[in-house]
């Protein structure tokens, strides 16, 4: 059941990315993500300047009147946002979880689908698939994806980006945009295969969640450190110069496996770290992506 305190977080979210998405990010997304080409639309009277090769001759010599061809974008995408629901994505030592940035960004993005006519859906996943909506246009669709991201408990800990990766190629028959929201702690060993293909199959986008903590740990003392996912607990002495040298080396080798495994695949990848602002981030996700064409 969804408390008074989630519903009115929904609200602001709401509010927010939808002022966002109509302020800077409708367009660029439109500019980004094309149609799969151009079809015909209706035919009008010829003005002076239109190109003759438009002409409609059939309806030209019924109506002895020139006519042109009118073509419109094919519009209609698919975007599927799914999201690592896993234990380690509720983790954040700023002002918002790993989770709560997911959630706004995917607000942004299935806002921005549905101003430009196209499909959104969304699969959250941890090591077992935790729950799918399949995709939809309408802002109350939308409504419905922010309220599912907010209220999501997750059955399970673990992270199974293999099977994220699996599930959203079975379901998804044609092309589409799939943005891949995780942190990614997992040995990447054991996703880069599906990541490739799922690259191949789909323009697969993928949104790196992290914290800063993940990457460097200050002189707290000792500290007690439980695994999000496996639950265990382990006594750390965070002052002692070589603990923090090897966390910084062990955080160093994860990063550089994770990385490797994107550009392998060649995956667009967009940085969203607790303690930076996603818009800045989307921002120059689609600039990249526009200078490129």
Same mark, same amino acid.
């Given at each position: 059941?969804?408390?008074?305190?989630?519903?009115?977080?929904?609200?602001?979210?709401?509010?927010?990315?939808?002022?966002? &998405?109509?302020?800077?990010?409708? +367009?660029?997304?439109?500019?980004?993500?094309?149609?799969?080409?151009?079809?015909?639309?209706?035919?009008?009277? @010829?003005?002076?300047?239109?190109?003759?090769?438009?002409?409609?001759?059939?309806?030209?010599?019924?109506?002895?009147?020139?006519?042109?061809?009118? @073509?419109?974008?094919?519009?209609?995408?698919?975007?599927?946002?799914?999201?690592?629901?896993?234990?380690?994505?509720?983790?954040?030592?700023?002002?918002?979880?790993?989770?709560?940035?997911?959630?706004?960004?995917?607000?942004?993005?299935?806002?921005?689908?549905?101003?430009?006519?196209?499909?959104?859906?969304?699969?959250?996943?941890?090591?077992?698939?935790?729950? @799918? &909506?399949?995709?939809?246009?309408?802002?109350?669709?939308?409504?419905?994806?922010?309220?599912?991201?907010?209220?999501?408990?997750?059955?399970?800990?673990?992270?199974?980006?293999?099977?994220?990766?699996?599930?959203?190629?079975?379901?998804?028959?044609?092309?589409?945009?799939?943005?891949?929201?995780?942190?990614?702690?997992?040995? +990447?060993?054991?996703? &880069?295969?599906?990541?490739?293909?799922?690259?191949?199959?789909?323009?697969?986008?993928?949104?790196?969640?992290?914290?800063?903590?993940?990457?460097?740990?200050?002189?707290?003392?000792?500290?007690?450190?439980?695994?999000?996912?496996?639950?265990?607990?382990?006594?750390?002495? =965070?002052?002692?110069?070589?603990?923090?040298?090897?966390? +910084?080396?062990?955080?160093?080798?994860?990063?550089?496996?994770?990385?490797?495994?994107?550009?392998?695949?060649?995956?667009?990848?967009?940085?969203?770290?607790?303690?930076?602002?996603?818009?800045?981030?989307? =921002?120059?996700?689609?600039?990249?992506?526009?200078?490129?064409?």
């Amino acid at each position: 059941m969804l408390t008074a305190e989630t519903l009115q977080k929904i609200r602001r979210i709401d509010l927010r990315t939808r002022r966002l &998405v109509e302020e800077s990010f409708a +367009g660029e997304y439109h500019s980004v993500f094309k149609g799969r080409g151009i079809e015909f639309d209706t035919v009008r009277p @010829y003005e002076p300047g239109d190109d003759v090769r438009d002409i409609d001759w059939n309806v030209t010599a019924r109506t002895g009147t020139p006519f042109v061809k009118r @073509y419109v974008e094919e519009r209609e995408l698919t975007v599927m946002l799914a999201l690592d629901v896993s234990a380690s994505t509720f983790f954040g030592t700023h002002t918002r979880q790993k989770r709560d940035t997911a959630v706004e960004l995917g607000a942004v993005l299935a806002y921005a689908a549905i101003r430009n006519h196209d499909r959104v859906g969304l699969l959250l996943f941890s090591d077992q698939i935790e729950h @799918y &909506v399949a995709p939809h246009k309408g802002r109350n669709h939308v409504l419905r994806l922010i309220r599912d991201l907010m209220a999501a408990e997750p059955v399970n800990r673990g992270t199974g980006l293999a099977l994220g990766l699996r599930t959203v190629n079975r379901l998804l028959k044609r092309r589409a945009i799939v943005f891949l929201m995780s942190d990614f702690l997992a040995a +990447g060993d054991s996703y &880069v295969r599906d990541l490739q293909l799922t690259a191949r199959r789909h323009d697969l986008i993928g949104v790196v969640l992290s914290d800063p903590l993940e990457a460097a740990w200050p002189d707290a003392g000792l500290v007690a450190l439980r695994d999000a996912e496996t639950g265990e607990v382990t006594w750390r002495d =965070t002052a002692a110069p070589a603990w923090r040298e090897q966390f +910084g080396q062990d955080a160093g080798r994860f990063r550089a496996a994770r990385d490797a495994a994107l550009a392998q695949a060649q995956v667009d990848r967009i940085d969203v770290p607790t303690n930076s602002d996603y818009v800045l981030a989307l =921002t120059r996700f689609f600039q990249g992506r526009t200078r490129r064409g």
